[in-house]
Protein backbone atom coordinates (compact mmCIF):
# COMPACT_ATOMS: atom_id res chain seq x y z
CA UNK A 1 0.00 0.00 0.00
CA UNK A 2 3.39 2.22 0.24
CA UNK A 3 3.14 2.03 -3.75
CA UNK A 4 0.05 3.87 -3.36
CA UNK A 5 1.23 6.71 -1.20
CA UNK A 6 3.92 7.20 -3.08
CA UNK A 7 2.45 7.36 -6.25
CA UNK A 8 0.23 10.69 -4.81
CA UNK A 9 3.26 12.29 -3.52
CA UNK A 10 5.31 11.49 -7.10
CA UNK A 11 1.97 13.37 -8.53
CA UNK A 12 1.90 16.18 -6.58
CA UNK A 13 5.53 16.61 -7.43
CA UNK A 14 5.63 15.72 -10.81
CA UNK A 15 3.13 18.25 -11.61
CA UNK A 16 4.93 21.11 -11.11
CA UNK A 17 3.28 24.08 -11.17
CA UNK A 18 -0.09 22.63 -11.57
CA UNK A 19 0.65 21.11 -8.61
CA UNK A 20 -2.23 23.10 -6.32
CA UNK A 21 -5.04 25.15 -7.94
CA UNK A 22 -6.07 28.15 -5.98
CA UNK A 23 -7.88 27.78 -3.13
CA UNK A 24 -11.31 28.34 -4.87
CA UNK A 25 -10.70 25.16 -7.48
CA UNK A 26 -9.32 23.44 -5.01
CA UNK A 27 -12.58 23.49 -2.73
CA UNK A 28 -14.66 22.75 -5.40
CA UNK A 29 -13.00 19.19 -6.55
CA UNK A 30 -12.73 18.87 -2.62
CA UNK A 31 -16.95 18.17 -2.26
CA UNK A 32 -16.79 16.53 -6.27
CA UNK A 33 -16.98 13.20 -6.06
CA UNK A 34 -14.28 10.99 -7.71
CA UNK A 35 -17.00 10.34 -10.27
CA UNK A 36 -17.55 13.48 -11.84
CA UNK A 37 -13.57 13.12 -13.25
CA UNK A 38 -13.10 11.84 -17.21
CA UNK A 39 -13.02 8.03 -17.57
CA UNK A 40 -9.97 7.83 -20.51
CA UNK A 41 -11.21 5.85 -23.48
CA UNK A 42 -8.98 4.13 -25.00
CA UNK A 43 -8.89 0.72 -26.76
CA UNK A 44 -5.63 -0.80 -25.17
CA UNK A 45 -6.01 1.24 -21.35
CA UNK A 46 -4.83 -1.16 -18.65
CA UNK A 47 -5.31 1.13 -16.09
CA UNK A 48 -5.18 4.83 -14.58
CA UNK A 49 -4.46 7.21 -11.89
CA UNK A 50 -6.28 10.72 -11.02
CA UNK A 51 -5.88 12.56 -8.37
CA UNK A 52 -6.73 16.17 -6.51
CA UNK A 53 -5.98 18.88 -7.55
CA UNK A 54 -6.84 18.42 -10.97
CA UNK A 55 -8.46 15.94 -13.78
CA UNK A 56 -5.13 15.38 -15.57
CA UNK A 57 -4.43 11.53 -15.54
CA UNK A 58 -1.93 9.20 -15.97
CA UNK A 59 -2.94 6.11 -18.13
CA UNK A 60 -1.36 2.92 -18.54
CA UNK A 61 -1.82 1.28 -21.90
CA UNK A 62 -0.82 -1.96 -23.93
CA UNK A 63 2.11 -1.59 -25.96
CA UNK A 64 1.22 -2.78 -29.24
CA UNK A 65 2.52 -3.13 -32.89
CA UNK A 66 0.32 -1.83 -35.52
CA UNK A 67 -0.95 -5.84 -35.78
CA UNK A 68 -1.84 -5.54 -32.03
CA UNK A 69 1.41 -7.67 -31.09
CA UNK A 70 2.55 -6.97 -27.28
CA UNK A 71 5.43 -5.36 -27.37
CA UNK A 72 7.41 -7.91 -25.19
CA UNK A 73 10.49 -5.68 -24.07
CA UNK A 74 8.38 -2.95 -23.31
CA UNK A 75 4.53 -3.73 -22.88
CA UNK A 76 2.98 -1.08 -21.12
CA UNK A 77 2.97 2.61 -22.20
CA UNK A 78 2.55 5.16 -19.02
CA UNK A 79 1.83 8.68 -20.52
CA UNK A 80 -0.17 11.71 -19.27
CA UNK A 81 -4.25 12.93 -20.39
CA UNK A 82 -4.22 16.44 -19.77
CA UNK A 83 -7.81 17.30 -19.34
CA UNK A 84 -7.32 20.54 -18.27
CA UNK A 85 -5.59 21.52 -21.71
CA UNK A 86 -8.44 19.76 -23.71
CA UNK A 87 -7.50 15.80 -23.50
CA UNK A 88 -3.99 16.33 -24.63
CA UNK A 89 -1.60 13.24 -24.48
CA UNK A 90 1.45 14.40 -23.48
CA UNK A 91 4.35 11.79 -22.98
CA UNK A 92 5.55 11.57 -19.38
CA UNK A 93 8.75 13.49 -18.81
CA UNK A 94 12.21 12.00 -17.28
CA UNK A 95 11.53 12.37 -14.20
CA UNK A 96 8.31 11.36 -14.16
CA UNK A 97 9.44 8.17 -15.78
CA UNK A 98 12.16 7.29 -13.55
CA UNK A 99 10.62 8.65 -10.25
CA UNK A 100 6.97 8.88 -10.19
CA UNK A 101 4.98 6.84 -12.90
CA UNK A 102 7.14 4.99 -14.52
CA UNK A 103 7.02 0.54 -14.55
CA UNK A 104 10.02 -1.50 -14.41
CA UNK A 105 8.76 -5.02 -16.09
CA UNK A 106 10.50 -8.81 -15.64
CA UNK A 107 9.13 -10.77 -17.98
CA UNK A 108 8.49 -14.21 -15.82
CA UNK A 109 6.73 -16.36 -18.67
CA UNK A 110 4.76 -16.82 -21.44
CA UNK A 111 2.01 -14.20 -21.24
CA UNK A 112 2.71 -13.12 -18.18
CA UNK A 113 5.14 -10.20 -17.12
CA UNK A 114 5.74 -8.83 -12.99
CA UNK A 115 5.41 -4.93 -12.79
CA UNK A 116 6.51 -2.82 -10.27
CA UNK A 117 6.14 0.79 -10.23
CA UNK A 118 9.79 3.17 -9.60
CA UNK A 119 8.13 5.16 -7.06
CA UNK A 120 7.48 1.91 -4.86
CA UNK A 121 8.39 -1.69 -6.08
CA UNK A 122 7.38 -3.73 -2.75
CA UNK A 123 3.86 -3.59 -4.23
CA UNK A 124 3.71 -6.26 -7.26
CA UNK A 125 1.39 -5.42 -10.44
CA UNK A 126 0.36 -8.46 -12.75
CA UNK A 127 0.08 -8.45 -16.53
CA UNK A 128 -0.74 -11.72 -17.78
CA UNK A 129 -3.94 -12.71 -19.81
CA UNK A 130 -7.23 -12.97 -18.39
CA UNK A 131 -9.93 -15.36 -18.65
CA UNK A 132 -11.16 -13.04 -22.01
CA UNK A 133 -7.73 -13.71 -23.38
CA UNK A 134 -6.71 -10.45 -23.39
CA UNK A 135 -3.70 -8.62 -21.49
CA UNK A 136 -4.65 -7.18 -18.18
CA UNK A 137 -2.80 -6.09 -15.07
CA UNK A 138 -3.69 -7.82 -11.78
CA UNK A 139 -3.53 -6.78 -8.22
CA UNK A 140 -4.53 -7.41 -4.66
CA UNK A 141 -7.63 -5.50 -3.67
CA UNK A 142 -9.17 -6.08 -0.38
CA UNK A 143 -7.63 -9.52 -0.48
CA UNK A 144 -8.76 -10.69 -3.80
CA UNK A 145 -6.58 -10.63 -6.90
CA UNK A 146 -8.10 -8.27 -9.54
CA UNK A 147 -8.13 -6.67 -12.54
CA UNK A 148 -6.94 -2.98 -11.40
CA UNK A 149 -9.32 -0.46 -13.33
CA UNK A 150 -7.81 2.89 -11.58
CA UNK A 151 -6.00 4.44 -8.52
CA UNK A 152 -7.80 7.71 -7.01
CA UNK A 153 -5.67 9.90 -4.82
CA UNK A 154 -7.69 12.38 -3.12
CA UNK A 155 -5.54 15.23 -1.34
CA UNK A 156 -6.87 18.17 0.79
CA UNK A 157 -4.48 21.08 1.21
CA UNK A 158 -0.59 20.24 2.60
CA UNK A 159 2.36 21.74 0.91
CA UNK A 160 3.74 21.29 -2.32
CA UNK A 161 6.68 18.46 -1.17
CA UNK A 162 3.85 17.44 1.51
CA UNK A 163 0.23 16.85 0.11
CA UNK A 164 -2.32 16.16 3.11
CA UNK A 165 -3.48 12.67 1.68
CA UNK A 166 -6.87 11.63 2.72
CA UNK A 167 -7.44 8.53 1.14
CA UNK A 168 -6.70 6.27 -1.53
CA UNK A 169 -8.28 4.35 -3.71
CA UNK A 170 -8.27 1.50 -5.73
CA UNK A 171 -11.03 0.06 -8.02
CA UNK A 172 -10.61 -3.18 -9.83
CA UNK A 173 -12.96 -6.20 -10.93
CA UNK A 174 -13.42 -9.94 -9.71
CA UNK A 175 -12.61 -11.99 -12.44
CA UNK A 176 -14.14 -14.35 -10.97
CA UNK A 177 -17.72 -12.68 -10.10
CA UNK A 178 -17.24 -9.89 -12.44
CA UNK A 179 -17.89 -7.82 -9.68
CA UNK A 180 -16.33 -3.96 -8.69
CA UNK A 181 -14.04 -4.19 -5.75
CA UNK A 182 -13.04 -0.86 -4.07
CA UNK A 183 -10.27 -0.65 -1.28
CA UNK A 184 -10.00 2.78 0.57
CA UNK A 185 -6.94 3.00 2.34
CA UNK A 186 -6.66 6.13 4.93
CA UNK A 187 -3.65 3.98 6.95
CA UNK A 188 -0.47 4.88 5.03
CA UNK A 189 2.28 3.25 7.32
Not at 19 to 30: G, M
Not at 101 to 119: C, E, T
Amino acid sequence: MRFLLIISLAAVFATSTMAFADKKNRENLTVSAVDTFPVPKLPNLLFYIQRDPNTNTICYELNVDEKGRLDEDNPVHPFWIRYPEGGMRKELNYLQRKFAYGIIVKKSGKDYFQLKSVAYAKTPLYLKKGTNNKYQVFMQINQRQCVLTKIFVRIDGGTFWVPNVKYIEVTGTDPATGKTVVERITKFS
